[in-house]
């Protein structure tokens, strides 16, 4: 019903033509409209990118990561890894507050983090990543050590992630815990103003940020979940920025004349995965048949209106651990039909695709990539599955059809995190197992220090993976914006973060 | 007094309902997946002992019936407790039904205005030109689907005549097009039982006494006609009101209403129990209490009724 809602709109803003400037709104003041709310600020208690795209004006870490990438200080000034990887040494930034007053220091960062690998932490979904620290001391005001239990390679980028954002030991042991859930205080360049559930959040600049106060007077958000609702809002001037356009909208906001398409490479790749046992897809001579019959860039030009990229592996260009020699199956159906009788596979057979319903998108790319398999003579169908039955019951227990959705955006941009958890044994994206040499191979660079080695044994996986034709890897997604044009210097993070200190608008 | 034992008998009907449905929901929904798993959906290295936290946190390693008769208390006290995810949760359905109500009984209104008049014109004036138009927009008013209303509305007024916001709840002018897009669709329907029952009603005896002692045929119809045929409009209402009910959620997505029906679906891809329980079991009585309310206005409205 969604989906149909919002081709229909989509259909009928193509022909509505009227599109005029947008009224003023209070100076300076910039409205986003975003899909989700994530309805809890604190962030421990989160994994959603609605938060981050909301909380990363409002907190910092230790350290940051800008527009390329790249890490940049945040409240730490510097810092210095131990030969052995065991131990981190930050030096913290001096003379900074949060909102409500309260200095930041040392015992700030150690209660951040006694919190989140503690009892509070335990309750919320970012713990798990940060396991591997052990211990965090005070040495002086501004110096903390970090005492890891093993060395952890992608530390220092996950320091820059929602779970481990700086908060006010103070504030919330006086507050509450459930006070501090809706009425957040960081150090960040946006103070929080005020929030109403389901709606808006508002937040004003922080004149006194350490790295100079942002442009804007004031962000609001609003979450309106209608992909449809967001674009009218848009173009009727109610919003000014809008987050999770969809794709077959990007046509619409193209033709219109107050507002524009920003797009960025995104962390999300989307495959299917195959089922290597009990199955047809046993074979790595059909899994590989099945990777020649698919035109990749056919998909991306008829559904994401050009905005992705095919890919070999599943990861992204900007990934770690992305190997640029790595080509791809061809497409190839000849090829495919051979390959696909030398199995022994006759013409007919069929297979199913499990999918997560929810994702109109995919909706369409799953039903044309039966046409890409019926080609080659198989009799694919489609199984759509609701996200919590298809997330609880059917993968993590082996129970999915000859092919599945995969679709994973994993937010360091490092390939451990895809590659770990849809290779190795035990995983959950992993229920049917894969080799002995991969494990070996996944094992190994997490307890290596040295990038250069992690970065060589990364992609010999994603060539030992490619090799088996454990998936059909199909594109990496751009993340796609809809701005209107009075907004100035919008430029958007690969990670999904909106961090809007340099947006400013035009009079 | 017969019609407080009747009270009393319905209201005791009601308690069994609730109870069934509250069971059934809280036990259904248990099973359609793990909330500590949905939560951890898009983490790194989890382990079955992180699984194990979250759900103590959460208290879902307490046995069901523990878990439910917490809930039911909580319902008895108003102590609704709190979600999974989204802090305290009498603060949120308070909200949420304050605005799914103002926006139901708007389109009632709505939908009871335009309905009235016209079924009682299209019925005294059958066979008109006048009464073909009637039926021929209810008809089409029950062809299309209302969330397709809704999005024409937003395109026409906000999109293009900039008169109305496209969505949200800032003020009276957002009630406007929800209100209208689900009162049309009542109409359509609701147009033909009152033109139809009308119909019926002014063709039996009682009326022809009425018109051979000489009443005005406003006071025929208006006093007499009108209020038989209500009785057929109002158990229809109460019907209507569950599927109303289902109705509202879709409006409510297009129009970005923050009421009842954003919520449940909020909670359904979260799996947030506490919330969707509570929900659902607010809707069940409210339609409960609804039911019970037609059965009263029958009392007052045909005085043979009272007597039975």
Known sequence: MTDLKSRLLTAALVATTALTAAPALAQGTLTVAQRQDPANWDPVDTFLVAWGSVASNIYDGLVRRDENLELQPGLAESWEVSEDGLKIRFELREGVQFHNGEPFDANAVKYTFDRLLGDVGAAGPQRSNYTTIESVEVVDDTTVDFHMAQPDPVILTKLAGYGAMIVPPQYIEEMGQEHFDMNPVGTGPFKFVSYDQGARIELEANEEYFDGAPALDGLVYRFIREDATRLAELQSGGVDLVSDVAFSAVPTIEAADNADIVAVSGPTIYSLALKTKDAVTEDVRVRRALNMAVDKQALIDAFLAGRGTPIASLQGELSFGHDPELEGYAFDPQQAMALLQEAGVAPGTEMTIDYRAGNSTFNEVAQALTGFFAAVGLNVGLNPIEDGVFLNEIVPQGRTNEMFQFSWGGWTFDFDNTAYLSYHEGEKWNPYGTSEEMNELLEEQRQSPDQEVREEILQQVANLAHEEAYHIPLYNEQTVYAVADRVEGFVPAPDKRLRLTEVSIAE | MPILSFIL???????????????FVSFAIRLTGDPAVMMLRESANVTPEDLERIREGLGLNRPFLVQYGDFIAGLVTGDLGQSFFRGAIAPLVSGAL????????????????????????????????????????????????????????????SVTLRWLPPSGFTGPQSLIMPAVTIGVILTSTNLRIVRTTMLDVLSSQFIMVARAKGLSQTKVVYKHALRNSSIALVTYLGLQFGSLMGGLVVVELVFNWPGMGTLAIEAIAQRDYPILQTVISILAVLIVAVNLLVDLTYMLLDPRIRLE
């Not at chain 2, 008998?9 to 069971?23: D, H, P, W």
């Open chain 2, 9 to 23: 008998k319905r209201v005791i009907q009601a308690g069994f309902v609730l109870i069934a449905v509250t069971l």
């Open chain 2, 98 to 157: 304050g605005a799914t109500l103002l926006l139901a009984l708007t389109s009632l209104a709505v939908s009871l205005l335009i309905s009235i008049p016209l079924g009682i014109y299209a019925a005294t004036h059958r066979g008109s030109f006048g009464d073909q138009l009637v039926r021929v927009l209810s008809l089409a008013g029950l062809s299309f689907p209302n969330f397709w209303l809704g999005i024409m509305l937003v395109l026409i007024f």
